[in-house]
């Protein structure tokens, strides 16, 4: 499975069904968060994957999955539902069909999708039968839209993915980051028109995204391990508890073809202020015989509940290349006082760590300026280690910073680059080379630990460059056409505002 994220997700996302009126089944709904971008000025674009399953049916000829914003959605639950089973009454969503019986009830959905279960490969039809005016997902006007279905046991389970929902950017400091609720039907029917009899109805399951946060990855040492994190922003703590399986090599989680290795593991209980972190688990043991070495280049797949908060399910996949890099880097900052460059990191893994080699650029040229140790025992460990140096810096121009991590068979992992402004230049926010002559410059600001909002302006006002919720303290705007602009900074937190000029002179 493609993914259009690394492997550390920063998102998660839960399902939690409501009601559930069918002859057969329809069960099981679960999304893995691929990425969340702001493509356009004032709107999120959310991509993620979708499965479920339906008991085999052959009356299952078409699937439909409907799509709203929570508060959208109250306003179809209040009419009558799906009948279904019913062979006399129309009840499922309508766009724009004068006749219909729930007429704009699609307005404000945000997504429609119609399956053909009756064609090899199933596929995505171009239209939404019981009202054609409705406009539906396909791969033309979602790229990279794919659905795909396999046995589950007596069931079917579809996979729907990279399929693209695009909301107003939410107001508040957070913007695409905020906790954001959807609601969601899926209907099978024998034809495309919906007619009666519906087979499946299953209604109102929710989820959330921008609330739990996993991240984990495979370290491929004897024996093989998986790290699992877990975190979210609500204060009041719940239990969580996860599954892990091995891929059955084809890129898809399915339960029924994937092998589980970890079972029910937990409770863990977590809030705002306590994340789990299972640090390094075996899973190559008498228990698991799928996760010896002919399995090691296989994604696992973590399934995390929290029953008592959510009936949810959150999919996330580990992908098959093992990490071979043996630290992970939680943080770093580089901040001036006066003439000292004072720069700090943390890990939150360390394995085989030898230590850091701290490098600086100052006229084009990264030098090695001094070797820290790593603090962990044996170079091994699973806690939350900090270190520091200070750099004395009399530079009046811009510097650059990096460290780089050293295991002791010398492969080595950089951190992203920092930079800080010189003496001679003051101000929260440094723009250079300013003026420029090939239409790129570069931004340092002081505070790295910062989520801003940043826009460039050209003279008449309109937004040419636009970047929500940059929290690096150095960024790059290129593709500058010759002229004035201006660089507007918004500090979502404190409301905090910033303006800089820009000249790009004719080439």
């Known amino acids: 499975m493609k993914k259009l994220l690394p492997v550390v997700l920063c998102f998660a996302l839960f399902f939690s069904v409501k009601d559930t009126k069918a002859q057969c089944n329809f069960i099981s709904p679960t999304v893995e968060l691929n990425q969340i971008t702001t493509p356009v000025a004032g709107f999120c674009d959310i991509n993620f994957n979708l499965s479920f399953e339906i008991s085999i049916n052959s009356g299952n000829k078409f699937t439909f999955v409907h799509l709203w914003r929570t508060t959208d959605y109250n306003a179809w639950v209040s009419n009558p539902s799906y009948n279904a089973y019913s062979t006399t009454q129309n009840t499922q969503p309508e766009f724009n069909n004068p006749g219909g019986d729930n007429l704009n009830i699609l307005q404000n959905a945000l997504a429609t999708l119609v399956i053909n279960n009756e064609v090899t490969p199933i596929t995505f039809e171009s239209t939404y039968g019981p009202d054609p005016d409705a406009p539906v997902k396909t791969t033309a006007n979602n790229p990279g839209l794919t659905v795909t279905r396999q046995l589950a046991g007596s069931n079917y389970r579809y996979t729907v993915s990279n399929l693209i929902i695009r909301i107003p950017t939410p107001a508040g400091p957070n913007g695409c980051a905020s906790k954001l609720s959807f609601t969601g039907d899926a209907w099978s029917s024998q034809a495309n028109n919906g007619n009666p009899p519906i087979h499946c109805a299953m209604t109102g399951w929710t989820y959330t995204i921008n609330d739990v946060t996993v991240a984990g990855f495979k370290q491929c040492i004897n024996p093989i391990m998986y790290t699992i994190n877990i975190s979210t922003t609500q204060t009041t703590a719940f239990n969580v508890y996860y599954d892990v399986y091995v891929d059955d090599g084809d890129g898809v989680f399915n339960p029924a073809l994937d092998f589980l290795v970890v079972n029910d593991k937990g409770p863990f209980s977590i809030s705002a202020g306590n994340p789990y972190s299972a640090g390094y688990q075996s899973y190559d043991n008498p228990n698991s015989p799928y996760a010896g070495a002919a399995y090691k280049d296989r994604s696992l797949w973590y399934l995390i509940t929290a029953p008592t908060v959510y009936s949810n399910i959150v999919l996330y996949e580990a992908n098959n290349a093992c990490a071979t890099l043996p630290v992970d880097f939680k943080s770093f900052t580089a901040t001036r006082h006066q003439s000292t460059v004072v720069l700090k990191w943390e890990t939150s893994t360390e394995i085989n760590n030898s230590g850091f080699a701290v490098e600086r650029n100052l006229n084009g040229a990264w030098e090695q300026i001094a070797f820290v140790p790593s603090q962990a025992t044996g170079g091994n460990s699973n ?125």
């Open 383 to 507: 806690e939350l280690l900090a270190y520091a140096y200070n750099d004395v810096n009399n530079a009046k121009g811009i510097t650059q910073y990096r460290i780089k991590q050293v295991d002791f068979d010398n492969k080595s992992k950089y951190t992203e680059i920092r930079s800080v402004r010189g003496l001679d230049q003051s101000g929260k926010v440094t723009v250079y080379p300013n003026p420029t002559s090939n239409g790129r410059v570069n931004v340092v600001f002081e505070d790295a630990a910062v989520i801003r909002n940043i826009a460039v302006v050209d003279m008449s006002g309109r937004i040419i460059q636009q970047i929500n919720t940059a929290s690096t303290n150095t960024i790059t705007i290129d593709n500058l056409m010759p002229g004035m602009y201006t660089l507007r900074v918004l500090v979502p937190a404190t409301g905090e505002q910033l303006v800089q000029k820009i000249v790009v002179n004719k080439r």
